[in-house]
């Protein structure tokens, strides 16, 4: 069964202390890995897709890689309004297009 | 450029009455709509996507429809609601099945 998880659960960082958020897959093959940033009581908002082992993105204070079993989404010298939940989420070749979302990781950063 | 816009943004509704929620997307034609639920701790469900008018595919079989009417409005409705209909629902479009969506602001649903 295709499953996506996401750690930790919630992280909380002080301003300026970078970290990093996991999303491990298990799919029979993977089509597409995507980050979205969700803010309380909105719609998820797109930051990156990743398609391979070795690929990485860039947006500002976050970076995106990804392997054959996880994607990691790196946050540098993360600032309060980085505040958000990180939802993690995979397409896999098989099984149609169907898009699996992660649980997400709340990220709290204290000033 | 493109917009999403869905309605209401929260909603009590008693338990047994019906549900209409309505998504539209500017900017564009012939969009992927998708219907979400997301409950708190959990993933994103998947609860209806379409790939063109009158086209609807169901993910999970429960006490909810969907419809297209037109190319960029896509309804999310109920006859009779239950208590376990409350959550969270997001819509949300693609150009297509591969690749990230636009979800709108999302509808706040509380049966009670």
């Known amino acids: 069964e295709d499953q996506v998880t996401q750690s930790p659960e919630a992280l909380r960082l002080q301003e300026g202390e970078s970290s990093s958020l996991n999303c491990s897959y298990t799919?029979?093959?993977?089509?597409?890995l995507f980050w979205y940033r969700q803010d309380p009581g909105k719609g998820p908002e797109f930051l990156f897709t990743l398609y391979s082992a070795g690929e990485e993105k860039e947006k500002e204070r976050l970076k995106a890689t990804l392997t054959k079993k996880e994607s990691f989404l790196h946050i540098t010298a993360p600032k309060p309004e980085d505040s958000a939940t990180y939802l993690c989420?995979?397409?896999?070749?098989?099984?149609?297009?169907?898009?699996?979302f992660g649980a997400g990781t709340r990220l709290f950063v204290k000033a | 450029s493109q917009t999403i816009h869905q309605w209401p943004a929260t909603l009590v509704q008693p338990v047994g009455s019906p549900l209409s929620l309505e998504c539209t997307v500017e900017g564009t034609s012939n969009p992927n709509l998708y219907w979400y639920r997301q409950a708190a701790g959990r993933g994103l469900q998947l609860l209806f996507y379409s790939v063109g008018i009158g086209q609807i595919s169901s993910e999970v079989p429960q006490n909810l429809s969907a419809s297209r009417p037109q190319d960029r409005q896509f309804i999310l409705s109920s006859k009779k609601l239950l208590l376990s209909d409350s959550g969270f629902y997001l819509c949300?479009?693609?150009?297509?099945?591969?690749?990230?969506?636009?979800f709108g602001s999302g509808t706040r649903l509380t049966v009670v």
């Open positions: 799919v029979s093959g993977l089509r597409g």
């Open positions: 949300a479009w693609s150009v297509n099945r591969l690749g990230g969506y636009t």
């Open positions: 989420a995979v397409q896999a070749t098989t099984g149609g297009f169907k898009t699996i």
